[in-house]
Structures are given as C-alpha cells and as structure tokens.
C-alpha cells in the first residue's frame, strides 16, 4: 500500500495528534498557510498551543477517539504511541495516517536545496541562524525549525526562495524520512538510548542520513568530531568541515572573548580571510554553531559579508538561555531547552560567566530512560553552579517506572561535592528560589518538558505582586 502523501489532501482537514510539540506546532501553521484546514490534539496546555490556535486550528486539550472523526489525514508525533485513542480510531475507521517526519520529508519535496540541520545538540540554534542569514541575504527561504525565532516570526516561514531549511532529528530515526540535498552535521553523541542500541549505532544511523544527499549535494559536518569525520570519509558527495581549529574549512582565527563569553573571530572559509565576526549570542558552542550556519550559508549562495553581518545580529532563538525575568528585586531568571547532561554544561557555563552573585542550577530531568541511561553524567553536569535544584524528572511520553526519581540524582550529585537539592514540583521550586535568591544572583532552568512555565509562573507572581 502506498504511504499517504500531503499532496493529495489539498484543502482537506488534517489532524495532528500531539500537535502542541515543537515541531507539529510548526507544521501545523505551515499547513494553515497552505490552504489546509488543521484540527489537533495534545495531552496539556503547552506554550506553543497559543500560537496554533491563532493560526487557525481546532485545539483539543486531552485524546479521545471521536476528536479525528471527519478528518481526512492523520499526522501523529513519534510520543504518540499506537495504542493511542485517536490513533486507533483513525485506524478502525480506515483514516490514512503518517507519522511527523513523513510529513516533513514530503513538505521539502520540489526545493533545490533541502537543508536538513542534525546533531544531538545546537539544530535550532544553528538552523536559527542560517534562517536568519539567508532572510537578510534576500534568500526568501521556507523553514522549520523545533523553536520560535522572532526574525522568521515563529517557528515556520514560507519563502518563495530555493531553500528549505529545517532540523533533521535522530530520535527513533525520523531524519531518514527527509530527502536533503545539504546535510549539516553539527556533532555525534550519546542521546535518546531508548531507541538505539549505543553510540555505534546512533554514528551508524547519522551516516545514514548523510548517505541520503545525492552525488551533487554536499555533507558539511563538524571537522574535530572523530564520528563525524569517520562517517563522511565514506562518503561520495562534496564534503566540507567546520570548526575551531585551521584543519576544518571553515574556522575561526584571532579568536578573542569579552568576560560575559561574547567571542569575536576572524572568518577563515576555504583559505580566505571572510570578515571578522561578532557574536551576540555568547559560549564556545555557539562560535562552532556559527561556523556551521556561515559554512552552509556560503554553499548556498548567501553573500557573506551580509551573512557576517547577520551573524552579528542573532542574539537566540526563544528558550536558548532566555532572561525570563527577575525576581526578589534583581536577582536573574534564565531559560534554556537543554535537554541532556551535555547541553545543561553548556547553559551552565554560559550562565557561570554572567552571574555575578550565587548561580542555581534548576534542572528538570527529561524522560526516565534519559535519566537511567545518561544518570552519571548528570550527576556532575552543573558542578559550575554554586546551587543545583532538581525538579521531578518529566515523564513526557514515559510511564513511571517506580525505581527512578530525582532524589536519586540529588543523592549522587551530592556524593560529588555538588550542593544539590530536590524541589518535586515548581511550586517547592519557587519557594526555594524565593527564599534564597539576593539581587545578584541568576537562576537559569534546565529542560525541554514544562520547566519553562515555572518561569512564567514567578513572571507572572512577580507582577501581581508589583501591582499589589
């Protein structure tokens, strides 16, 4: 049986089963603007909720069977597992359904230049930025990326360029259902362990996707990431690299840094001298996530120069260690989407140069099989924090298992010198930050579940109060 494709249901209804995520969210209003009428459903009141409904779609907050009832297509997200309610009913009443990576994949169908940004940390930083660079170059490019960035208006644009650009993810293999003609692979490593066997075969399953760009495209990966290299010496295609050192392609020189982490760099791209760079977002890993975007957006054809310049103008896409706000009369509140050990370090090693009093650490754990699989690492991940507060871990798309759960963590970090403390739910979170935080200090909080409402919770306490 051929799989659905998009194409054919032109001004039909579609449902999106967990449409409030990070990327259905963005295909839902791409749909939208495409003539499609769009209904969707999502277990809770997600922040992207908001915006999906005012682009036009019908939000059920909860599954139930009869919420696909007279829908025509059914997309769902890889959280939705079979025996969900609407997906069996789709299937009882023979509604075709295709999971949210075929949908991507078809969207990008027809573009000269398909990008596809992956790697287990930076996609929508750099994706953000090359979106960015190619919307001032005058590239017009279509995009989607799992984040908001107010330069493209949201998550989604519809560009009359030749370019799609969107994140490619590896979590259950879904970026093998894109046809890229550019691959960017910012790094390899260890992530979503309950759906790969190991690191060999999440590296097996990157070269995958880079065998999927055909003889006239091209492979720019990371040039100081032993995996990366490895998997594009096989391959056929133009490869490129980047990175911090003068091996790679596209490399910074002079490198220089002010105290709060901002680097400025001479632009070394394939021999040339390019332009010096300024960067307004500040980390290490945000110069290579830089490289990466200039790297693609010389591919393309973007005019460099203005893509410097542009470079110099992105300051973050929304939860990339966002201020949030303040509390207790100048003390600092930040959010980041890290999602694992490795992105908390880096948040945290941001927010270390920042803060100027006590930094506190505010993790929300993601997923159980997370947590078990990568438990050592985050026990020292956030060892650059003068406190470390650690929520319930977030189930998401998991069950409980019952042996697992933060005071665990809170107990090993402990173990490692870390002052650490477990505050279950936002509201023990709030209090302890309330009680604790002087001007001064920063709070930055950690995850890709819900952690973010505990910052709109304080924000908004924080304006009663003010009125009061």
């Given at each position: 049986m051929?799989q ?7 001004g ?6 967990g449409?409030g995520?990070s ?12 003539g499609y009428?769009?209904?969707?459903s ?9 915006d ?17 009832h007279g829908a025509?297509?059914?997309v ?12 069996v009913e789709?299937d ?5 359904s ?5 949908l991507l ?11 596809g940004v ?11 930025m090359?979106?960015q ?8 490019p279509?995009v989607?990326?799992?984040g908001?960035?107010?330069?493209i208006?949201?998550s989604t ?8 650009l969107a ?10 259902e894109?046809?890229?003609t550019v ?11 309950d ?7 999440i590296?097996?399953t ?5 065998r999927?760009?055909p003889e ?9 990431d032993?995996r990366?290299?490895?998997?594009m010496?096989m391959l ?6 980047f990175?911090?050192?003068d ?17 400025s760099f001479?632009?070394i791209?394939?021999g040339?001298?390019?332009g ?7 980390g ?24 410097i310049?542009?470079?110099?103008r ?6 990339r ?5 303040e ?17 908390m370090r ?6 270390r ?5 006590t930094?506190?650490?505010v ?9 078990r699989?990568l ?6 991940c956030?060892e650059?924090?003068?406190?470390t ?5 977030c ?9 697992l759960?933060?005071?665990?963590l809170?107990?090993?970090?402990r173990?490692?010198?870390?002052n ?6 936002f509201?023990?979170t709030?209090?302890?930050l ?17 952690v973010?409402?505990?910052?709109e919770q ?7 109060s003010?009125?009061?």
């Amino acid at each position: 049986m051929n799989q659905p494709h998009i194409r054919d249901y032109q001004g039909k209804r579609i449902h999106m089963i967990g449409i409030g995520g990070s990327s259905m969210s963005g295909l839902s209003q791409m749909l939208i603007s495409k003539g499609y009428e769009v209904s969707g459903s999502d277990r809770t009141e997600g922040y992207l909720i908001g915006d999906v409904r005012a682009a036009g779609a019908k939000v059920f907050i909860g599954h139930a069977a009869e919420q696909v009832h007279g829908a025509d297509l059914v997309v769902y997200t890889g959280a939705a597992a079979s025996d969900n309610p609407e997906r069996v009913e789709a299937d009882r009443l023979g509604i075709p359904s295709i999971e949210r990576s075929v949908l991507l994949g078809q969207l990008m169908e027809g573009y000269r230049q398909a990008v596809g940004v992956c790697g287990a940390h930076g996609k929508t930083s750099t994706t953000s930025m090359l979106s960015q660079m190619l919307v001032e170059c005058g590239l017009d490019p279509s995009v989607h990326i799992g984040g908001k960035l107010d330069a493209i208006g949201g998550s989604t644009r519809i560009g009359t360029g030749d370019a799609f650009l969107a994140e490619a993810c590896e979590f259950r293999r879904s970026f093998l259902e894109m046809k890229p003609t550019v691959a960017v692979v910012l790094n390899i490593d260890a992530d979503h362990l309950d759906c790969y066997r190991d690191i060999d075969e999440i590296e097996a399953t990157f070269g995958q996707f880079m065998r999927l760009v055909p003889e006239s495209g091209v492979v720019i990966g990371k040039g100081t990431d032993e995996r990366v290299l490895r998997q594009m010496q096989m391959l056929t295609c133009r490869t490129l690299t980047f990175g911090m050192t003068d091996a790679c392609d596209f490399h910074p020189a002079n490198l220089t840094e002010d105290d709060r982490g901002y680097a400025s760099f001479d632009l070394i791209g394939m021999g040339m001298s390019l332009g010096r760079v300024t960067m307004a977002v500040p980390g290490d890993f945000n110069v290579e996530n830089g490289l990466a975007a200039l790297c693609t957006a010389y591919v393309l054809g973007a005019d460099m120069a203005q893509a410097i310049a542009s470079l110099g103008r992105f300051t973050g896409a929304h939860r990339r260690f966002e201020k949030t706000g303040e509390i207790n009369g100048g003390a600092e509140l930040f959010h980041d989407y890290s999602h694992n050990p490795a992105e908390m370090r880096n948040a945290v090693s941001i927010a270390r140069k920042r803060c100027k009093g006590t930094l506190y650490a505010v993790m929300q754990p993601h997923t159980f099989s997370r947590v078990r699989t990568l438990f050592n690492d985050y026990l020292t991940c956030t060892e650059l924090a003068d406190v470390t507060v650690v929520t319930d871990i977030c189930a998401a798309r998991e069950k409980d298992p019952g042996d697992l759960n933060s005071g665990m963590l809170v107990e090993g970090m402990r173990a490692h010198g870390l002052n650490a403390v477990w505050t279950p739910s936002f509201d023990d979170t709030e209090a302890y930050l309330r009680a604790h935080m002087r001007p001064g200090d920063l709070a930055i909080t950690m995850g890709c579940g819900d952690v973010n409402m505990l910052n709109e919770q304080i924000a908004q306490h924080e304006k009663a109060s003010s009125r009061a």
